[in-house]
């Protein structure tokens, strides 16, 4: 997937982070990871995807990271798919895209809902900053800005998109 990524955008954690879990089938993969699937044909059946497509998804999930190959029996070797710490970092995006979706919805075309273990009850997601509780979705509160490790490209960038977000009086 390299080659997807513009020279560009090689340092923008956005662009890097697509490159390795942007592609429809690996999010799924995720999803079913969470919800506790571990063995290929439990992927297989219940995504309905190729033996193929999930081996080379597998492959690259583990080589990125993302999941452990584990053995889980002997004879013959079997061998199971879990998540590592960095793979469950990802549930909060992945819940995330979830409540985006169902954002568009109307709640009795929901056809899967984040709720509470505990009580059933619904809940709302939101991404908040871990340090004030607030909501990130206000674009005039939060922006996004260059890093200690900017290249001047991407100084640049983050300069000139400042300028122009004040121009129009979003900053």
């Known amino acids: 997937m390299g080659a997807r990524v513009r020279r560009d955008d090689r340092e923008c954690p956005l662009s890097t982070t697509v ?5 429809w089938w690996t999010l799924l993969i995720l999803h079913d990871a969470f919800d506790g699937f571990t063995r290929f044909d439990e992927f297989e059946a219940n995504l309905g995807i190729s033996s193929s497509m999930l081996t080379s998804r597998l492959k690259t999930l583990v080589a990125e990271g993302i999941l452990r190959r584990r053995r889980y029996q002997d004879n013959p070797p079997r061998y199971e798919y879990v998540l590592t ?3 469950r970092s990802l549930r909060p995006v992945v819940v995330a895209l979830a409540a985006w979706g169902n954002s568009r919805l109307a709640p009795e075309e929901r056809s899967m809902i ?26 005039d509160a939060y ?4 890093g200690p490790a900017a ?5 640049a960038r983050y300069r000139s998109t400042k300028s122009r977000a004040s121009a129009a009086g979003t900053v």
Do not use: C, I, K, Y
């Open 151 to 155: 290249s001047r490209v991407m100084r």
């Open 114 to 139: 984040l709720v509470e273990a505990a009580t059933g009850d619904e809940v709302d997601p939101v991404v908040v900053d871990r340090n004030t509780g607030r909501a990130l979705d206000d674009p």
């Open 143 to 146: 922006v996004f800005a260059a």
């Open 85 to 87: 710490e960095l793979g």
């Open 19 to 23: 490159q390795h879990v942007g592609e």
